[in-house]
């Protein structure tokens, strides 16, 4: 995947939102796939930024695990993959914040692994991936769509974001199950945001940039990981971008999709 | 009325029979809704989540099988979610209508059940058998995973297939609250509240935790509804009194907001934002404050859905609502059709009044 630092020449929004103070009181939201690598980063910035945390992930014992580190976070274990999980998640997440702000699209399936050629990937693994990637963050986001309506008619700047990557943009070989996936990720959040945002709702496409996390892990084993930013770098840059949008005065003044993009 | 019997929200074909102000009622469908609206409406939705708030399990004590529905809490609060108000089934499930399920175990104060992952403490059973309040163990973590997961949707014989939870989930629904789906909201899809500030019409929500309708059991069914916690934001609130102050209609869709609202209100008709607990029953002697018309399922006499209905209009003109219901072939219950009725005024009510008279002869 191509480097990080060339990514960030189009987040023309990102380093202004830095003149904001981030705290987020009485904000409420909901991360998927909040145990590791940059979910579980967001899931320890929003708290820290005072914001009531809602998470998701399949491991109960992982997310036990981050309960007991993080009391104040709601726990939830689903798994978005499956459209049977959905609304039990939605039933949790609404439940236990009450409302909700802001959800982030952040689990995500890798593929098969090692990654491999198109014309080596199984139908099934491509399913799975789109069932992660695609239809799971579809599936939650219709489903927490009344909550976030609700957000916006009470004078409140609902976002969603969805987890991106350069991968969904340019064509890697050996991505082809994950860069499909995103691509149409990214694709359909540009769609939502421009459906939504006459309701106050924004959806966004965020590509945080190649972390070292779990799955970078399992992607490319020999990379060097010090070339790799930390999680809680990419978790900092995208609190700091809802921050902006989060204090936006105008609801039209930028096009959130295309201004990370 | 032939009962909805699939749990389809928004079937292309779905009608509403209007009744206008002056009580002429007509057949239409469900798609010309937003022609019954004016520049300077504002229409107001339930926008509860509906929990799947059957719980099966057993009695503790007589380890007999057992089924309990939520039916109501006293508070809307995310972490008051310990005590419910709830009604108890012995063996079987929806499919059997309740005069034929066994009798649920007598119940004692105290008692334990083991509902799934829950379980729970009979806290007193409020002057009926069936009827008791509950108390959940564990955290507020606990509880919500426990009914999310264990919980199946309140269900009724006349829809044969096990519902889904998104079945009970309306296209507005947000925070998961209501027993059974505020159905009214059924109506709404995304397509039409977008193009409504085109048309000049307003929307807004209310949140009303809908307790359930019907058990099956006369003496029970009577006492509903329960007492019913609502809540009204400081936005909807705003807009009504804009509504009100430049002669638009506030219009309800759903019987929980009429409730909602008009409990809410000021002997003025202004409605105060923040929480509620709904205890009033309205029916033919209430004078509606607020509300002046309401998009409702296609309710049967006997109900207490249908027994709202009568402060919006007389029991003549519902009487003759009742019979186009039939002659349309109207689908009754929470996938059926809808009526959309106006208040009528005072006046029109009297000459309503003189005409059934005279009619009688």
């Known amino acids: 995947m191509k480097n990080i630092d060339s990514d960030r020449s189009n987040h023309r929004s990102w380093e202004g939102a830095k003149v904001f103070a981030l705290t987020f009181p009485d904000l409420r939201v909901a991360v998927t796939g909040g145990t590791s690598g940059l979910g579980l980063a967001l899931v320890h910035e929003l708290l820290d930024c005072g914001a009531k945390v809602a998470f998701v992930a399949r491991t109960r014992e992982d997310v036990e695990s981050v309960m007991r580190d993080r009391p104040a976070a709601h726990g939830i274990v689903g798994d978005v993959s499956l459209k049977e999980a959905i609304y039990p998640i939605a039933v949790q997440v609404g439940g236990a914040l009450g409302a909700l702000d802001v959800l982030i699209n952040n689990a995500s399936s890798l593929g098969p692994v090692p990654l491999a050629l198109l014309a080596d990937t199984e139908c099934e693994d491509i399913e799975l991936t789109l069932a992660t990637n695609l239809l799971g963050p579809f599936r939650l986001t219709k489903a927490l769509l009344g909550s976030l309506a609700a957000s916006a008619r009470e004078g409140r700047r609902p976002v969603v974001v969805n987890i991106s990557s350069d991968a969904a943009i340019n064509p890697y070989p050996r991505w082809g199950a994950y860069g499909a996936s995103k691509a149409a990720l990214h694709h359909m959040s540009r769609i939502w945001n421009e459906e939504l945002s006459a309701m106050g709702i924004r959806v966004l496409s965020f590509d945080p940039g190649d972390m070292d996390t779990p799955l970078h892990l399992r992607a490319m084993p020999d990379s060097d990981r010090s070339t790799l930013k930390p999680p809680k770098v990419a978790a900092k840059e995208l609190v700091a971008v809802l921050a902006q949008i989060l204090s936006d005065v105008n609801p039209n003044a930028a096009t959130p999709a295309e201004a990370i993009r | ?361």
Not at chain 2, 227 to 247: H, K, L, N
Not at chain 2, 307 to 321: G, H, I, N, S, Y
């Open chain 2, 1 to 361: 009325m032939i009962a909805a019997s699939a749990p389809v929200q928004r079937l292309s074909n779905s009608k509403l029979l209007v009744v206008d102000v002056e009580g002429r009622i007509t057949d239409r469908l469900r798609a010309d809704l937003v022609e019954l609206l004016l520049p300077g409406d504002l229409l107001i939705a339930n926008d509860a989540a509906t929990l799947p708030a059957a719980l099966f399990g057993f009695h503790v004590r007589t380890q007999r099988p057992i089924e309990v529905r939520l039916a109501g809490r006293p508070c809307l609060h995310s972490d008051c979610i310990r005590e419910f108000v709830a009604v108890v089934f012995g063996d079987g499930d929806y499919r059997t209508p309740t005069e034929h399920r066994p009798d649920p175990p007598r119940l004692r104060k105290g008692d334990i059940l083991q509902l799934g992952p829950l379980r729970a403490t009979v806290l007193e059973l409020i002057d009926h058998p069936r009827l008791l309040l509950l108390c959940f163990e564990g955290t507020v973590h606990d509880i919500w995973e426990g009914l999310a997961r264990h919980g199946r949707p309140i269900q009724y014989a006349h829809v044969p297939t096990p519902l889904a939870i998104w079945d009970t989930w309306t296209p507005i629904a947000g925070v998961p609250v209501a027993f059974e789906p505020p159905s009214a909201s059924f109506i709404l899809d995304w397509s039409t509240l977008q193009d409504f500030p085109r048309k000049g019409i307003q929307f807004a929500t209310i949140t009303l935790a809908a307790g359930i309708s019907s058990t099956g059991e006369p003496d029970l069914d009577a006492r509903f509804p329960l007492d019913e916690p609502y809540r009204i934001s400081g936005a909807t609130a705003r807009r009504i009194t804009e509504v009100q102050s430049q002669g638009g209609r506030v219009i309800a869709v759903g019987t929980s907001v009429v409730r909602a609202l008009e409990h809410a209100a000021n002997h003025d008709g202004i409605v105060n934002p923040g929480e509620g607990l709904a205890r009033q029953k309205i029916g033919q002697n209430t004078n509606l404050l607020v509300v002046d018309a309401i998009v409702s399922g296609a309710h049967e006499s006997g109900t207490s859905h249908f027994e709202l209905l009568r402060a919006f209009v007389p029991d003549e003109t519902l009487e003759k609502l009742s019979e186009q219901l039939e002659l349309h072939h109207y689908r009754s219950h929470e996938f059926g059709d809808s009526v959309f009725i106006e208040k009528m005024t005072r006046l029109q009510w009297q000459v309503c009044k003189s005409e059934a008279a005279i009619e009688a002869g």
